[in-house]
């Protein structure tokens, strides 16, 4: 079985999502052969010592910016002649954005939000939970028929290892009339903090923090713990935090190992974003909020007595 894992990079580093996929496939697809395929016109050289079998470095100067139509377009060109049997994608937002335009382009099918992979002796199945998480669809494919799915971030543990992989390059001519957006500049919007929908740990405020001067205190937690800081939308409504760091429906859908909710009722388009969440600890004076159905452990009391103390416990 061939698997493709698509990596993403910003010319220097590997995003963290695309290494867990590597992670997934070697752990529940142990007889696959592995081939990482990354696009630009230089690649990383943490890319060339990746623990796979093969590397597919799809080269174009045209490359060296993430665009959705250059790179469907690149991808689709190098792989039409030998589709692999199965291609992952992180479904970070460059991939739910390349995603759907590939499967298109080859023309194989796409399994989206996926949270798990396993295999029978005649299908592969791909876990992708649905309606905030209410329910956990089981999606089963064949083992004779391609296709794609995206894997949300943190479903897979990483790898760490190097390997000495083939280095196969595919040049591509990429016509200029394909491209109808252009790049002027690419900005980083997460500081020094990881990005919330890649976060292994999230602690995450809502309209209950009461203003943005008290969003230090979740950085502060955040800070302690390696992780990131998220919100809800009213709280991002309220510009008290950017809008990268909305969790939800309108916001990002994130798994991590552990979602702190600080004064966030769990309305069902928060939760949606959220709910697969490995661990889940709520803090809400309401002992009524929704959040509370979906949290692991509960603390009803004010967050500004809770969030201090754990900070201090913590530290
Ligand atoms: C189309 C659509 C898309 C949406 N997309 C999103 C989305 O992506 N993400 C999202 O989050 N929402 C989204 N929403 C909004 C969503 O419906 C809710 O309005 C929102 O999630 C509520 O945010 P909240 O929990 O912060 O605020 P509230 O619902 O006002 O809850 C605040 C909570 O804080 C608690 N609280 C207050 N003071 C304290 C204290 N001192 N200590 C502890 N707890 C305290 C209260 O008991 C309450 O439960 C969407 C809505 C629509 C219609």
Redesign the pocket.
């Given at each position: 079985m061939k698997v493709y894992v698509f990596i993403e990079h910003n010319g220097e580093a590997v995003r963290k999502p695309c290494l867990e996929l590597i992670g997934g496939a070697r752990k529940h697809l142990p007889e696959a052969e592995i081939t990482a395929m990354c696009a630009g016109q230089e690649i990383p050289d943490r890319v060339r010592h990746l623990p796979v079998d093969n590397i597919i470095h799809i080269k174009s100067d045209a490359l060296t910016d993430y665009t959705s139509e250059r790179h469907s377009y690149a991808i689709s060109e190098a792989l039409k002649n030998s589709i692999p049997d199965i291609i992952l994608i992180s479904a970070t937002f460059q991939g739910r954005d390349l995603a759907p335009r590939l499967s298109a382009k080859l023309n194989i099918p796409l399994i989206s939000e996926c949270t798990g992979i396993n295999v029978d002796n005649s299908n592969i199945n791909l876990i992708h939970p649905m309606f905030g998480g209410r329910a956990i669809a089981s999606v089963s494919t064949t083992k004779d028929e391609p296709f794609i799915a995206t894997i949300r971030p943190n479903a897979f543990p990483s790898v760490d290892g190097e390997g000495n992989p083939q280095i196969e390059e595919v040049k591509v001519d990429i016509p200029d009339d394909i491209q109808t957006v252009e790049v002027l500049s690419v900005e980083d919007t997460t500081g020094d903090m990881p990005d919330v929908a890649e976060a292994p740990i999230v602690v995450s405020g809502?309209?209950?923090m009461?203003g943005p001067e008290n969003f230090k205190m979740l950085e502060e937690l955040a800070k302690v713990l390696g992780g990131a800081v998220g919100a809800?939308?009213?709280?991002v409504d309220e510009g008290w935090m950017p809008q990268s760091h909305?969790?939800?429906?309108?916001?990002k859908t994130i798994s991590p190992n552990l979602y702190i909710a600080?004064?966030?009722?769990?309305?069902?388009?928060?939760r949606a974003?959220m709910s697969s969440s490995k661990c889940i600890v709520a803090?809400?004076?309401?002992p009524e909020?929704e959040i509370f159905k979906i949290a692991d452990y509960g603390i009803v009391?004010?967050?500004?007595k809770i969030v201090p103390l754990m900070i201090e416990k913590l530290s």
């Open positions: 809502g309209r209950g009461k809800s939308r009213s709280a909305q969790v939800g429906q309108t916001g600080c004064g966030i009722s769990g309305a069902i388009q928060h974003g803090i809400n004076t309401d909020a009391s004010d967050l500004f």
